[in-house]
């Protein structure tokens, strides 16, 4: 092969790189899709943290999807109210306006449920309801505390409590509901961040059943509703539940809970005070009604 054949095949070559690449240089132009200068600006203000929160295939779904009108601009809940104010600003509309929202477990039960059998499979939550009808725990309704929701959580906000129970950081929850769908019973809801109290059971069994299967359940007894001074607290289905946007955050419904079930759970020495102020008002009642009702009858006589 002489020189010349070489300098033939690269001048060859080169003339077809330049070709194609005039070619391809056509195409990009011809088949070019304009990208909205806004979503690498509205994906800049989410969390990045592509937790699958907000159901979207990632940050870059979920920007998508608020650009398109298909999500609110508060989809990314751990970009919180900030990121939320920043995607209204580019999308030019108002910054939403609303309370902080976060996760709670409505479970009191783990070490208060009784166990039908010892389960000894995968620690997956998911997993313990396809062994035996889902019944590890007498309480259908309960929390297996495997830690499915633990899991899926990225923002360290979610571990088994003392009690075996999940249990929320509401400190550190973005709210961005990746444990709501990692938990199969449903037993993860979103509550306002200043709330103090919660039912922390989910239990729709009548009293006597419920009873039998957790020491911490809610038996519908109804002295919650009762006692209840802005009603905000209501039985539905056989299980206290509460109304967020009346609760004062008050706690006498749970100091007159007789099963613990409503948190924050009382001493025993606040629970003896509140029975006392109780008995107290109770016996102030009857004192008035019967006064009343001895100056009834004195006057009864006299309109005679």
């Given at each position: 092969?002489?020189?010349t054949t070489?300098m033939?095949?690269?001048?060859?070559?080169?003339?077809?790189?330049?070709v194609?690449?005039?070619?391809?240089?056509?195409a990009?132009?011809?088949?070019?899709?304009?990208v909205?200068p806004?979503?690498?600006?509205?994906?800049?203000a989410?969390?990045?943290a592509?937790c699958?929160?907000?159901?979207?295939?990632?940050?870059g779904?979920?920007?998508?999807?608020?650009?398109?009108?298909k999500?609110?601009?508060t989809?990314?809940?751990p970009?919180?109210?900030?990121g939320a104010?920043?995607?209204?600003?580019?999308?030019?509309?108002?910054?939403p306006t609303?309370d902080?929202?976060?996760?709670?477990?409505l479970?009191?039960?783990?070490?208060?449920a009784?166990?039908?059998?010892?389960?000894?499979g995968?620690?997956?939550?998911l997993?313990?309801?396809?062994?035996?009808?889902?019944?590890?725990?007498?309480?259908?309704y309960?929390?297996?505390g495997?830690?499915?929701?633990?899991?899926?959580?990225?923002?360290?906000?979610?571990?088994?409590g003392?009690?075996?129970a999940a249990v929320?950081?509401k400190?550190?929850?973005t709210n961005?509901?990746?444990?709501?769908?990692a938990?199969p019973?449903?037993?993860?809801?979103e509550?306002?961040?200043k709330?103090?109290?919660?039912?922390n059971?989910?239990?729709?069994?009548?009293?006597?059943?419920v009873t039998?299967v957790?020491?911490?359940?809610?038996?519908a007894?109804?002295?919650?509703?009762?006692?209840c001074k802005f009603?905000?607290?209501h039985?539905v289905n056989?299980?206290?539940?509460?109304?967020?946007?009346?609760?004062?955050?008050?706690?006498?419904?749970?100091?007159?809970c007789?099963?613990?079930a409503?948190e924050?759970?009382?001493?025993?020495e606040?629970?003896?005070?509140f029975k006392?102020?109780?008995?107290?008002?109770?016996?102030?009642k009857?004192?008035?009604?019967?006064a009343a009702?001895?100056?009834?009858?004195?006057?009864?006589?006299?309109?005679?």
């Open positions: 092969m002489d020189f070489i033939w095949a690269i001048i060859v070559l080169g003339a077809l790189a330049i194609f690449g005039l070619i391809l240089a056509v990009a132009k011809v088949f070019e899709v304009e909205d806004r979503l690498p600006q509205i994906q800049a989410l969390a990045g592509n699958g929160g907000c159901g979207y295939p990632g940050c779904g979920c920007a998508e999807a608020i650009l398109a009108g999500a609110p601009v989809a990314c809940a970009a919180g109210p900030e104010a920043k995607i209204a600003a580019i999308m030019g509309m108002e910054a609303g902080k929202m976060v996760a709670h477990v479970c009191n039960g783990g070490l208060n009784k166990k039908n059998f010892e389960y000894r995968v620690t997956d939550c997993a313990a309801t396809k062994v035996c009808g889902g019944n590890v725990l007498e309480c259908k309960g929390c297996f495997f830690g499915s929701c633990v899991e899926v959580c990225q923002f360290d906000a979610l571990h088994i003392e009690n075996g929320v950081d400190e550190k929850c961005c509901g990746a444990c709501r769908e938990c019973r449903k037993l993860i809801v509550v306002p961040y709330q103090k109290v919660f039912v059971c989910s239990n729709k069994d009548k009293g006597p059943a039998k957790c020491a911490a359940s809610c038996i007894c109804g002295m919650c509703e009762r006692t009603d905000a607290i039985v056989n299980v206290a539940v509460i109304d967020y946007a009346k609760c004062k955050n008050c706690t006498m419904c749970a100091k007159a007789p099963r613990n409503i924050p759970i009382p001493t025993p606040e629970k003896e005070k006392a102020a109780q008995k107290a008002a109770a016996e102030k009857a004192a008035a009604a019967k009702a001895e100056a009834a009858a004195a006057e009864a006589p006299k309109a005679e």
